[in-house]
Structure formats: structure tokens, C-alpha cells
């Protein structure tokens, strides 16, 4: 009895141990992060990561108003709603949303981290993060693809986190987060494999993607539809009703304790549709194999239209294709047809959920394309938007992104079909061949990443000359023009330098280098009026206003004094009426 006990139990230990090392197992899960842990190091220069790198200090920089804006949301007391921001766009303020703080990050390190912390920089570990929750999808999808192939696991993580659209999106780092399209994409083959809908699941990542970035959150509700409609078509309505109210009502409540009300001049709908979008030659032009083809883009395209596959993954594509091709003919041409099923109740007379997400991804396809759709510089078709639609695309202007989740479902499914379809020799072969041309191919973009540098956007403004000639009492600085108000100046080069100094030295802004921001022009006189002269500080740009038009600015009983510093004129004023009381 004894010997059979332990027999039983090392019987299990072993299947136990088995499990854990397959690709699928712990182990494997191990694996892929030990690997996108050496990537990392590999890919990023020293002191990228802890946030020391030099590239963190570009004043005039997207990455500028990510750290403004961070700095500004950790400093100040919680407010409600939870993520607003006082300090900016003072007396209205704004949210960590329109500065692209990532606020559920933001949230959690303003809960948790000491307020002590000197100079806050987290988004070189959300990097690293966003890497390794990419190569933790890898292992997800094929875990749940139950495809049991060290080969695949090992050739889909190289190809999710190398890939093109992510390593040229450096720089926007909420964007970065495409590990929550890979996780919606393991959540619909959960859902096929246990034939179950993970109601709960699909929440918890829907409210994830809404808090960090409300493009990424669009694509994952899409993603979620496809499942959703199979799951409405095929079996009971009442329960997923309910899943759907309960969600709806749960997204409202964070909506409303975290984002509602949205603050004055924010949240408004802004132009781009139509020029932030996909453009056709994009997909085989950005790499080292087809690098330089004259006029490949729009002038004003910029680099939205970057969807640009690789040619190790369009060789896999094309393969995978292929051979699903050659299985269809000779499935047709044997002799002997299968039995089909007759019943009219059968699950197969249900759209089933590969029809729907297909359709899906055709749509977003669709979308990133716009209402002008290019080929290089041409434009080779274009429509009107009709009216009813214009509100979306105002808000969600940058279609071209909207190209992301069809690029995954390539590779993820490219990866499935041959891991399953072709045998082991066969498939190490076609991954081996696909990722040595992929990588061969990417090589400019990698070495882009390792040699970032801020060289070409040196500081703009010094902050310790600035601090010295503003008093310290000046707690409000008053910026104009204001964002989207100047004529002959960018914002980027001088607004966006003195947010930063203003969050830095904990000071409030009168605008800020926000998202969806559209403020009333032309209001310099009564909002100086109405400020505290003896708390606050006034910064003009010297492209925008002539010392006498800055005089006439001011109050006439006001004594005004200005120092002319870098690109703007700096002033200082006393009230000379309250001084004689």
C-alpha cells in the first residue's frame, strides 16, 4: 500500500513537472520573459530604463508633456475627480488623460510611492513593463491555442515584441501598451477553447485599456464585440444582458470618480482624420529591404502612417496563406466528402466568432484607411465624412492606428495556422528563416533604439536661471499665448519647455501643451486683470508680442517690470494702488 502510494504520487509529480517545463507551463512563461528581459538590455541604452538616460531631458519633446504632466498629477493632494490636475490649465484644470500620463500607472505610483521622490520618472519601467506583458500575451495565446511548440512559443514572442509599429511608436509611451491587444486576442481563443465567454475578464481589461489609453481601450472593445455578438447569437440573451448593463454601469461609476467633470477647454473634438491615417504603400515600405523608395509618403502624413509589417512577417503571411490554399484544393479534390450535419439547430448555422472577429478587423481596417486613402504621396481616393460621424473621427483623428490589432491577428494566427498545419522540422524551419529576415529587416529600427539620444533637442530653457529670476512667491505663472493661440510661434518650443519648469518647481499654469484643448484667444488682458499680481509671474513670447503691446497688457496703476530671457519676455508686476493703502 505504501509503495503504491508513492507511486501514485511520484506518477503525478512527474505529470505535474511535465506540464510546468512545456512551452505552454510555467516554465515556458519563464522563459519568454528571461528572453525579453535580455532584449530589453540589449535594445536600450544605459540608464534608459531607470529614467537617467539623457533622451528624459528633451524640453520641446511628446515625452516632455508625458513627464509634465506625471510630475504635476504626483505632487498635488488627490482631488476629485481623482485624476484631475490643478495646476495646469489653472483655474480649470485638467486630467492625467490629456497629458498621456497613463493614469492608471499615475494612480497607482501616487498612492504608493513616496512623495519624497526628487525628480519622478516611471515610464522607462513602463517600457520595460509593456515588453514584458507583450511576451506574456505570447504565451497566453498559445497556452490557450493549446499549441504545445517551443519553436512557436520562442518565434511568437520575437515577432510581438519586435514589432514594427511598437519599436517606431517610442516616444508615445501610453500608446505602447499593445500587450492589451495581445491579451483581448488570448481572451478570445480562451473563450473558444472552453467554449465560454470570460465575461469577468473581458471587464477587467476593458476598464485596464480605458485608464491607459482611449484609443487602445476602442481597439480592445472591438476585439471584445467579436466574442460578445458569437456569444448573443449562440446561447441564452438574458445573463450576457446582464454582463453588459453590469459593465456599462461599472465603466460609467470609474468614469464618473475618476474623469467626470472634464474640465473647461478640454475634451473637445480636433482635426486629423484623414491625415493621421493609413497609407497603402506603409505596409511594405520601413525597413531595411525596402527602405528608399523616393516620394513613399505624404508631406503630411508624418508618422502615423508607419503600419509597416517587416518582410520576415509578410514571408510568414504569404506562407501561411499558401498552405491553407493548397489544403483547400486538395480537400476539393478528394473523393470521398465528409458527412455534414443537417440539423438547422447546429452551432454551425451561428455566425460563428472567427466570421465576426474577421469582420471586425476589416472594419478598423477600414477606419485607418479615412476618407482619403493614399498610395506613397498620391491620393488615390477620397470622400466626405458625414456629419454623423464626425464626432468620432474628431475624436479618434489618428486612424492609422487602428491598423494595429489587424497586424496582430497576422502574426498570431500565422504562428497557429503552421505550428498546427506543418510538422515540427518543416515549421522550425519556415520560424527560423521568418524571424533571422525579420530581425535582419527591423536592424535600422533597433539600432535607432540603442543609440536614442537627445542630441538634436538640446535645452531650451535653464531651470535653475529661470527659478532665480521668477520670486518665489509667484506660485502662478501666466503663459501666453496660449496653447493653439499662437500665430509665428510653436508651441512644442516654448510652451512646452515652461510647463515643464512649472510642474517642476510645483508651480501653476495658466494652459498647458494638453490633448483635445481648445481655449478662448484673446483674453490676456482680463485674465491678468483678474490674477493675483502678488503671487504670480508673466511670460509672453517674443514672436508673439512687441514690448509695447505687453505695457498695454497690464493695468495702468500696475508697475511692470520684464527681463528678456531666452525666447519670451518675463515680468514681474506690483499693484502701485494697494501699495499707497
Known amino acids: ?73 504626483f505632487r498635488e ?15 480649470f484644470g485638467t486630467l492625467t488623460t490629456f497629458v498621456d500620463a497613463i493614469p492608471l500607472y499615475a494612480a497607482i505610483l501616487k498612492a504608493l510611492a513616496p512623495q519624497s521622490w526628487s525628480d519622478p520618472n516611471p515610464f522607462g519601467y513602463w517600457v520595460a513593463l509593456c515588453l514584458l506583458l507583450q ?46 491587444i495581445v491579451f483581448a486576442f488570448a481572451l478570445i481563443l480562451r473563450g473558444k477553447r472552453t467554449n465560454r465567454f470570460p465575461a469577468w475578464a473581458w471587464t477587467a481589461l476593458l476598464i485596464c485599456a480605458l485608464f491607459i489609453n ?45 474623469m467626470w467633470p ?30 528608399h523608395i523616393p516620394n513613399a509618403f505624404s508631406p503630411e502624413q508624418h508618422f502615423e502612417g508607419f503600419n509597416y509589417l517587416g518582410f ?20 476539393n479534390q478528394s473523393k470521398v466528402r ?93 520560424f527560423t528563416i521568418v524571424l533571422a529576415l525579420q530581425i535582419w529587416d527591423l536592424d535600422p529600427h533597433f539600432d535607432r533604439l540603442r543609440r536614442i539620444t537627445p542630441g538634436a533637442n538640446p535645452s531650451i530653457i535653464d531651470f535653475k536661471e529661470w527659478q532665480s529670476l521668477i520670486p518665489q512667491e509667484s506660485t502662478t505663472l501666466y503663459f501666453f499665448p496660449k496653447m493653439k493661440c499662437a500665430q509665428h510661434s510653436q508651441a512644442i518650443d516654448t510652451l512646452l519647455p515652461v510647463m515643464r519648469f512649472a510642474s517642476h518647481t510645483q508651480r501653476a499654469l495658466n494652459t498647458g501643451y494638453l490633448a483635445r484643448y481648445n481655449p478662448i484667444c484673446g483674453q490676456e488682458r482680463a485674465e491678468i486683470a483678474q490674477s493675483n499680481v502678488a503671487h504670480s509671474a508673466y511670460i509672453f513670447v517674443d514672436a508673439e508680442y512687441s514690448a509695447g503691446t505687453i505695457a498695454s497688457l497690464f493695468p495702468v496703476s500696475w508697475q511692470v517690470q520684464c527681463s528678456p530671457q531666452n525666447f519670451a519676455s518675463v515680468c514681474t508686476a506690483v499693484d502701485s494702488t494697494k501699495d499707497k493703502r
Not at 27 to 32: D, P, S
Not at 222 to 240: E, G, I, M, S, W
Not at 316 to 325: D, M, V
Open 214 to 258: 482611449i484609443y487602445l481601450f476602442c481597439m480592445v472593445a472591438l476585439l471584445c464585440a467579436a466574442p460578445a455578438l458569437h456569444r448573443a447569437c449562440t446561447k441564452p440573451l438574458a445573463p450576457f444582458l446582464y454582463w453588459v448593463l453590469a459593465t456599462a454601469a461599472f465603466t460609467g461609476l470609474c468614469i464618473w470618480a475618476f
Open 1 to 73: 500500500m505504501i509503495s503504491g502510494a508513492v507511486l501514485r504520487s511520484f506518477t503525478a509529480w512527474s505529470i505535474h513537472t511535465t506540464k510546468a517545463c512545456s512551452s505552454v507551463g510555467f516554465f515556458g512563461w519563464f522563459a519568454v520573459l528571461a528572453l525579453t528581459a535580455l532584449y530589453i538590455h540589449w535594445l536600450f541604452p544605459a540608464g534608459f530604463i531607470e529614467g537617467t538616460h539623457p533622451y528624459w531631458g528633451a524640453q520641446n519633446q511628446d515625452i516632455t508633456q508625458y513627464l509634465a504632466g506625471f510630475e504635476a498629477y
Open 312 to 331: 520576415g512577417l509578410m514571408l510568414l503571411i504569404a506562407t501561411a496563406a499558401l498552405i491553407c490554399l493548397w489544403q483547400r484544393l486538395l480537400r
Open 338 to 430: 465528409p458527412i455534414q450535419n443537417t440539423n438547422l439547430a447546429a452551432p454551425r448555422h451561428h455566425p460563428s466568432n472567427h466570421r465576426f472577429l474577421v469582420l471586425i478587423l476589416v472594419l478598423m481596417c477600414a477606419y485607418a484607411f479615412s476618407n482619403r486613402i493614399y498610395w506613397g504621396d498620391q491620393l488615390i481616393l477620397e470622400w466626405a465624412v458625414p456629419s454623423w460621424a464626425q464626432g468620432i473621427t474628431g475624436q479618434l483623428r489618428a486612424s492609422g492606428r487602428f491598423f494595429w490589432p489587424v497586424g496582430y491577428a497576422l502574426i498570431i494566427y500565422s504562428v497557429i495556422f503552421i505550428a498546427r498545419t506543418v510538422s515540427p522540422q518543416k515549421s522550425a524551419l519556415i
Open 135 to 180: 511576451a506574456t500575451g505570447a504565451w497566453w495565446i498559445l497556452r490557450e491555442a493549446q499549441v504545445r511548440s517551443w519553436v512557436a512559443l520562442l518565434s511568437l514572442t520575437i515577432l510581438l515584441i519586435t514589432f514594427p509599429a511598437w519599436l517606431y511608436r517610442m516616444g508615445h509611451i501610453s500608446l505602447l501598451s499593445h500587450w492589451l
Open 262 to 291: 472634464l474640465p473647461a477647454a478640454t475634451g473637445q473634438v480636433d482635426f486629423g482624420f484623414g491625415i493621421y491615417s493609413l497609407n497603402l504603400l506603409s505596409l511594405f515600405v520601413g525597413g531595411r529591404w525596402f527602405s
Open 77 to 91: 493632494p488627490w482631488h476629485w475627480p481623482l485624476w484631475r490636475i490643478e495646476s495646469l490649465n489653472w483655474p
